[in-house]
């Protein structure tokens, strides 16, 4: 069936390395990806958003690059810090729907 | 502080009972979602409405119902409880039926 899935469960990186979060998607009919943060104890915060349309978009410190060729959508965080430490769900929107379906997450352990 | 309220955060109840969560979206947005968070999991859809009327259906159970009132809030009932219907269940709001999802903190439920 169709689904949003992230490749690791867990990642963990040295304060200050660059981070990447990886994420595949089977639904090619989505138009629409968003990267959320939860921190422990809260609901998940916006990161990033990006339209099928693009392939890269930038903000401050993170990037997110679509590639529909093989439906994979990654987060880059730069110099991450340990205020980046959350888990990090990818979601998608089909063209056909209205609600985001959400991938399971990665656990983002930033290390000093 | 996404501007989206959720009561209650914590709510602990016997099986085979009934509980109402409550969500106050963000002013001004028309759309109410609710997910459900269970313990490694991610977020899965439940329903959503928009101004009032119901506009998409997830995997929520027949045990579970929803609405939206004209002041726009929203309230989930969840019925003849079960064990593993302990989870977070999350209410989200948007301004229209599509884009940024902006999260409520969450309200714990745990089935004893």
């Known amino acids: 069936g169709e689904s949003v899935g992230l490749h690791l469960p867990t990642l963990s990186v040295q304060e200050g390395d660059n981070s990447i979060i990886n994420c595949a998607y089977s639904?090619?009919?989505?138009?629409?990806f968003i990267w959320y943060k939860q921190e422990s104890g809260k609901g998940p915060q916006f990161i990033i958003d990006?339209?099928?349309?693009?392939d890269k978009r930038q903000g401050q410190r993170v990037t997110v690059l679509l590639n529909k060729t093989v439906k994979h959508l990654s987060l880059q965080i730069a110099a991450t810090q340990p205020g980046d430490s959350a888990v990090y769900f990818c979601?998608?929107?089909?063209?056909?729907?209205?609600?985001?379906?959400f991938g399971k997450g990665t656990s983002l352990l930033v290390t000093p | 502080d996404s501007g989206v309220t959720q009561t209650p955060k914590h709510l602990i109840t016997a099986t085979g009972q009934r509980v109402t969560l409550r969500c106050s979206p963000r002013?001004?947005?028309?759309?109410v979602y609710w997910y459900q968070q269970s313990l490694d999991q991610g977020l899965q859809f439940l329903i959503q409405?928009?101004?009032?009327?119901?506009?998409a259906k997830g995997n929520i159970l027949e045990r579970f119902s929803a609405q939206q009132f004209p002041d726009l809030h929203s309230e989930l009932n969840l019925s003849s409880l079960e064990l593993g219907d302990s989870a977070l269940y999350f209410c989200?709001?948007?301004?229209?039926?599509?884009?940024?999802?902006?999260f409520g903190e969450g309200s714990r439920l745990t089935v004893l």
């Open positions: 409405y928009y101004n009032g009327e119901e506009r």
């Open positions: 989200a709001s948007s301004p229209g039926s599509t884009g940024e999802l902006f």
């Open positions: 002013s001004g947005d028309l759309s």
């Open positions: 639904n090619s009919a989505s138009d629409y």
């Open positions: 979601a998608e929107r089909p063209n056909s729907g209205y609600a985001l379906n």
């Open positions: 990006i339209r099928s349309n693009m």
